[in-house]
């Protein structure tokens, strides 16, 4: 029914106000809604805290008997952090579950509809399914394999410049673009760019968000020789976020060890093969409970991930303006395929404006389907 869709497309819009606070939780927005009348609604705020149902049961109060319930993810229905929402909801009585999608967390993975329809709760699961998974795609992602969700981000010129032949590259894309990737900041847990995007740029990677204070993430620098300068602005910041330099047998030990008195992370990862490297770093970061990984750094490093087969999206932001010439820098670098057969395969999900510049958002046509499962 419209109706139905209009109350979940509602749970869907307040999950998002939970962006950056509850990872490695998932986005979750609950709706209760009585005769035709929301009468509470909820989400989850941040780890550790109430999940959606609670807040939603909270705010209905005794007008939640007989109501339906309209949740963006299954419920759960085991002791975590917080207990079972499933409990909590046959309790108030609660006639009917609608969830978007279940939940693939071992711990939860169809119980929580199953306890539901044990206390004669009628369910059903499947209402705005693909937004769902789209707003959780980091969640599930994560969930189910155990390793952070990639997303490769670059900015370039109309004609795939991301800086002049003098390196020249602030600022390419336009302050709404900016905004944008400072949100994405916000929402994912780490970020990562080579050396040669600091000792160029001299970044310094945390979110600032306007009219609103944003989580910083972990910034990750692969920098194989330890040349990240003491006084560069990462440096510098380290009270502010947290930095990880992540280096080779090549580096000397004295500079490994002027990082870590700085108080960086030195992480020594061996081998020439810097996408093999690659692997380890995200396979290392998984285990660390790291869910999320924005890749911000140039042609080389963008060019390892994609020789991994590491990144689970593209965001590619396009600026109208040409910039030219042979020795300008592009986006994706290193040798290059030979054979167009070769090519990475992608499918366009979404074109929008973002004041005058263009994001395109793609996927590897062969992690398609994870957003389907």
């Known amino acids: ?3 139905d869709l209009q109350y979940m497309t509602r749970a869907l819009e307040i999950a998002e106000l939970g962006s950056g606070a509850t990872r490695p939780n998932p986005l979750v927005g609950a709706v209760l809604v009585k005769q035709g009348k929301i009468i509470g609604e909820g989400y989850h705020q941040a780890y550790g805290g109430p999940h959606a149902e609670i807040h939603a049961l909270r705010a209905a109060g005794m007008e939640a008997e007989g109501s339906t319930l309209y949740v963006t993810l299954e419920p759960c229905a085991h ?3 917080t207990p079972p929402c499933a409990e909590a909801i046959a309790k108030a009585n609660i006639k009917k579950v609608v969830c978007a999608i279940a939940d693939p967390n071992p711990l939860v993975r169809g119980k929580g509809i199953a306890y539901l329809q044990e206390q004669g709760i009628e369910t059903s699961c499947g209402l705005s399914a693909e937004q769902a998974r789209k707003q959780n795609e980091i969640f599930l992602h994560f969930i189910t394999t155990k ?3 990639v997303l490769l981000k670059t900015a370039m010129s109309l004609d795939g410049k991301i800086a002049t032949k003098t390196g020249e590259s602030r600022w390419i894309t336009s302050g709404e673009s900016r905004s944008y990737v400072h949100r994405l900041r916000n929402r994912y847990a780490a970020i990562m760019v080579g ?3 600091v000792l ?3 970044p310094v990677l945390t979110t600032r968000l306007q009219g609103k204070t944003g989580r910083n993430p972990l910034r990750i620098v692969m920098d194989s020789r330890a040349r990240t300068p003491l006084n560069s602005r990462l440096i510098k910041t380290i009270d502010e976020a947290p930095v990880m330099i992540v280096t080779s047998e090549k580096a000397l030990p004295e500079q490994e060890e002027a990082l870590r008195s700085a108080g960086a992370e030195v992480l020594k990862i ?3 093969d ?4 690659i692997k380890e770093v995200v396979k290392i970061l998984g285990e660390r409970g790291v869910d999320s990984l924005l890749v911000e750094g140039g042609g080389t490093l963008a060019n390892s991930f994609i020789q991994a087969q590491a990144v689970q999206k593209y965001l590619a932001f396009i600026a109208p303006l040409v910039i030219g010439g042979r020795d300008a820098r592009t986006p994706i670098e290193g040798e290059g395929i030979s054979s167009l057969s ?3 395969q992608l499918t366009i999900t979404a074109v929008e404006h973002l004041g005058p510049d263009i994001l395109i958002e793609a996927y590897p046509v062969r992690s398609t389907t994870c957003l389907q499962d």
């Open 270 to 272: 061996p081998g020439e």
């Open 79 to 81: 002791h975590g952090k």
């Open 342 to 344: 070769d090519a990475a």
């Open 274 to 277: 810097q996408s093999k490297r």
């Open 1 to 3: 029914m419209e109706s």
């Open 147 to 149: 390793t952070p969700f």
């Open 200 to 202: 160029a740029d001299d």
């Open 195 to 197: 050396i040669g995007t």
